[in-house]
């Protein structure tokens, strides 16, 4: 089952399958992607598994044996990348939240996203190898964007799996929270989410995704004519004059 809460500009989508640690199925695929084109429009997507002992543990396994021929794994593995390319490409930031452990195919999901949230006792690893098989969702070029081609294939290679600490020293993770409060809507992953759902992180997504000079100036330039940037910059002035006045810090 995959859930998809749209409150404010901010969609969450959440796999809910926990007899199976979070893993996808081939129903789950489908229910995947009708929830990323219903988020379209949203400001921010998040992605995250149900609980907290599993993001995603990777394929389902139990349903996925079923697949025995080459052709059949590739539809498979075709299928599951175009989603992951979904994430990929959705207009506005795309957040996983790692409230549980990120294994397989579970990373694969984790780095198709823009920005990673974990909780400071989940573990992510791709141990495809321990199946002798290889990601296959894109999840390996994608790690090597994120930590470069030799440290990829060090970790996709033994399967290793690293602590939330420790991905995030390595740039694979970009911000641990304390496992007490990851979930509370003032101090957990949230927070941060509302926060790029606010602000103009769609733009800035897009330029750091590769634009020329000239287009990234003209994402500036439409930003700038908007009420909201000159009811903002209304309230800085304000804020700044009453301080001088008052013989405040600026």
Do not use: Y
Not at 201 to 207: F, H, L, N, Y
Request: hydrophobic share 50%; proline share 4%; with cysteine.
């Amino acid at each position: 089952m995959v859930d998809l809460e749209v409150d404010d500009g901010l969609a969450v989508l959440t796999i809910d399958r926990p007899h199976a640690r979070n893993a996808i199925a081939l129903d789950t695929m489908g229910q995947l992607e009708k929830a990323i084109d219903a988020a379209a429009g949203a400001n921010a997507l998040v992605i995250k598994g149900a609980g907290d002992r599993a993001f995603v543990s990777g394929g389902d396994l139990k349903e996925l044996s079923a697949l025995r021929t080459i052709e059949d794994a590739a539809a498979m593995a075709k299928r599951m990348r175009s989603i992951c390319d979904q994430l990929a490409s959705f207009p506005a930031p795309v957040i996983a939240a790692l409230n549980g452990h990120a294994f397989g195919g579970g990373a694969e999901v984790a780095v198709a996203a823009d920005i990673r949230l974990a909780a400071d006792d989940i573990k992510i690893g791709f141990n495809q190898v321990e199946l002798e098989i290889m990601p296959a969702w894109g999840g390996a070029e994608r790690l090597a964007g994120l930590v470069g081609k030799s440290r990829a294939l060090l970790l996709a290679g033994t399967g290793t799996a690293l602590t939330a600490a420790d991905a995030e020293r390595i740039g694979l993770v970009d911000k641990v929270l304390p496992r007490a409060s990851f979930e509370s809507p003032t101090e957990g992953w949230r927070p941060i989410a509302r926060s790029l759902a606010r602000h103009p992180a769609t733009e800035i997504k897009r330029v750091i995704r590769g634009v020329s000079p000239d287009e990234a100036i003209a994402s500036f330039a439409r930003l700038w004519v908007t009420d909201a940037h000159w009811q903002a910059a209304e309230r800085v002035m304000n804020r700044t004059g009453t301080r001088r006045a008052t013989g405040g810090a600026t």
